[in-house]
C-alpha cells in the first residue's frame, strides 16, 4: 500500500512527454538536414556533380589514322598497310601480374627478352586504360588458346591492328626505309598529342623524311565506360584524317632487275632521270627484310645482321664511300681544258707510267706498256692515266676542287635520303686542317684518277653523271614523285638543302669534247667498254672505272689471285643514254669486283636496256678490255 502511494503517474506522462517531444524535434532536425543535403547536392550542386559522374563514365580516347601508303611511279604498291593481332594486357584489369604472365608463358611460349620488353613498354605508358602490347602478329594456333582461356584471364585480350607491310621486303629497304615501334626519344621531338594513339613511326629512309605526310591527323572518340573502365559503346567521334599517299619515281621492275644482277655480290647501283632527278633506283646489296623491324626485330636475327661481314644493314648506295677512280676522269678533264690548263688536242707520250722527277715514284698507268700518244677523247676512251698525270701536274689540285665541288662531290645534294653521306672532296684546307700536312704535287696526280684521298658514294656518281648528260644543269636527287591529292589538298614538304649552281662553262663547247670522250668509250675503236656498247640501238655515254683498295709496291705487278676476295679492286662504272637526249644515268659499283669494264659495264648495259627498249636482263654478260 505504502509503494503505491509513493509512484507520481504525473510526474512520468510529464517526463515521457518531454522525452518524446525532444526525440521528435531531433527526428524532424536530421530530416531536415538530410533535407537540406539533399537539396544542396541535387539542386544547387547538379552541374558540378552530372559533370564528375559523366567524367567518371565517358572518356576521350585517341584513334590512330591509318598510314599514308607508297606506291612506284607506275601504280605499284611499295608499303601496304596489313592486318596483324597482337595479345594486349589492361593492367587496371589485372589483379596480379605477375601471375598473369605465367600463365601466358605457358600458353604462348613467351621468352625472358618479350617480358622484358612489355615491362619497359608498361613503364612507358601515356594515359590510364591505354593496353600495353606483349606479343604482335599471333598465329592463328595462338588467337585459338587465349580464347578458350579468356575466363582465367581478365585484363588479357586479342587486338588487331594495321602495321606496315613491305611485299618487296630486301629489294626495297635501302630504298624507302621501314618503320618501327616509336621510342621515348622520338616522343619528344614529335606532337604527343598527334602521336596519341601511334605506336609506329618511320625510322629510315623515305618513311623517316616524310613522316609528317605519311602519318596523318589523330582523330577523337567519346566512349562509354563501366565502373572497370571496358568501354561499353562509342558515343561520339571524330574520325581521324589518313596520311598521304606518296608516289615515288622509283621503277620497281628496274629496281628489281638491278638487284637481281648483282646477285650474291656487295654493291650498289643507283639510275636517275637527268631530267627531273628522279632516282628511278637505288640498290643496296645484300638487303635485309624491313618487315622484321616493324613490330621489334629478336635479338638472334639482328646480332645475325649486325655481325654479318657482308654489312647488309649498310646502305651502300647513298653511304659507301668508295675512292671513285676513273669514273670522275671526264669531269678532272672538263676542269683542265675550261681552266685553260690544256686544250682538248693536247699530247702526251705514255710509256706506262709518269714521273715527277727522274729518280722520282713511277705512277703507273693501267697498261703496263703504255698506250703511246693520246690526247684528251683517247685518254678518256682509253682511261690512259699517264695523260692525267701529266696534266694535273700542270695545273695543280686548285681546278680538280673547283669543278669537282660544282658537280656536287664532297656535299649532300639528294632531297629526301636523311642518311646521304658527303663522302670527301679532298682540297689544300683539308689536308691542312685533317692531316698537317700541305698539298703535294702526288695527291694532284692520285686525284686527277681518282685514287688518294678522294671519297664518293654511288648516288654522287649518278648525280655528277647526271649534270654532265644536261651540259651543266643541275636537278635535284629525290625519291619522291608525287603526293597523291596534293592539288585539292597542298601539303608542306621538308625545306630542300640549296643546290649547287649550274655549272657555267667558259667554253660551253667543251661540253660537247667530254661527252664524244665518253661516247668513244662505249662505240670507239680502242674504247675500255666498246664491246659492251657493241650493237646498242642507242648511243651510250660512259666511263669504266677500278679502285685499288689496297696498294701494290712500286715495282709489283697487281695480281688479283695472290689477294684475298676481300682485298681485290672495286669495279665502277658511270653513264647516261641515249648521249644526244638522256633519259637515264646510271652509278654502279661492284664491291672487289675487278674491273670496270668487265664486271660493271655489262650490268649497266642491261639496265639501260630494261629501262630504254624494255629487254629483259637474261643474256650472258659479256667481256671487255680495260678497266
Known sequence: MGSERLKDHGQEHRTFTARAVLAICLVVTLLGVLVGRMYYLQVEQFERYSALSDNNRVQLQPVAPTRGLIYDRNGVLLADNRASYSVMLLKEEIKDLDNTLLQLTDLLDLTEKEIQRFRKRLRQRRRPYQSVPLRFRL??????????????????????????????????????????????RELK??????????????????????????????????????????????????????????????DIRLQQISEQLLGERRGAIVALDPNTGGILALVS??????????????????????????????????????????????????SFIDSGVVTPAYRVFDPGYYQLNKKGRKYRDWKRWGHGWVNMKSALAQSCDTWFYVVSHKAGGEPMWDYLGR???????????????????????????????????????????????????????????????????????????????????????PEPRPLPEDVQLKYPGYWQNIIDGMVEVMHGEKGTARKVGAGAPYKIAGKTGTAQVVGIK?????????????????????????????????AIIVENGGGGSSTAAPLARKIMDAYLIGVDPIAPEEVADGP
Open 285 to 334: 646489296t645484300p638487303g635485309y627484310d624491313p618487315n622484321l623491324f616493324v613490330t621489334g626485330i629478336s635479338s638472334k636475327d639482328y646480332n645475325a645482321l649486325r655481325d654479318s661481314p657482308d654489312l647488309p644493314l649498310f646502305n651502300r648506295a647513298i653511304r659507301g664511300r668508295y675512292p671513285p677512280g676513273s669514273t670522275i676522269k671526264p669531269v678532272t678533264a672538263l
Open 554 to 586: 712500286q715495282d709489283e705487278r697487281y695480281d688479283a689471285s695472290k689477294l684475298a676476295e676481300i682485298h681485290r679492286d672495286h669495279a665502277l662504272f658511270v653513264a647516261f643514254a641515249p648521249a644526244d637526249k638522256p633519259k637515264i644515268s646510271v
Open 139 to 184: 598465329k592463328e594456333k595462338e588467337i585459338a588458346l587465349l580464347a578458350v582461356n579468356y575466363h582465367r584471364l581478365p585484363g588479357v585480350r586479342v587486338e588487331a591492328e594495321l602495321i606496315r607491310y613491305y611485299p618487296y621486303a630486301n629489294s626495297l629497304v635501302h630504298a624507302i626505309g621501314y618503320v618501327g615501334r616509336i621510342n621515348e
Open 407 to 493: 658537280f656536287g662531290f664532297g656535299q649532300i645534294t639528294s632531297y629526301d635520303l636523311p642518311e646521304a653521306s658527303s663522302a670527301l672532296l679532298p682540297t689544300h684546307e683539308w689536308k691542312k686542317r685533317s692531316r698537317k700536312q700541305g698539298w703535294y704535287p702526288g695527291d694532284s696526280l692520285n686525284l686527277s684518277i681518282g685514287q688518294g684521298f678522294m671519297l664518293a658514294t654511288p648516288l654522287q656518281l649518278a648525280t655528277a653523271t647526271a649534270v654532265l648528260a644536261n651540259r651543266g644543269r643541275w636537278v635535284r636527287p629525290q625519291m619522291l614523285h608525287a603526293v597523291r591529292d596534293s592539288e585539292t589538298n597542298p601539303v608542306i614538304l
Open 189 to 250: 621531338r614529335v606532337d604527343e598529342q598527334n602521336y596519341s594513339a601511334t605506336n609506329y613511326i618511320g625510322k629510315l629512309g623515305v618513311e623517316k623524311f616524310y613522316e609528317g605526310i605519311l602519318h596523318g591527323q589523330v582523330g577523337i572518340q567519346k566512349v562509354e565506360t563501366n565502373a572497370r573502365g571496358r568501354v561499353m559503346r562509342v558515343l561520339e567521334r571524330t574520325d581521324p584524317v589518313p596520311g598521304r599517299d606518296l608516289v615515288l619515281s622509283l
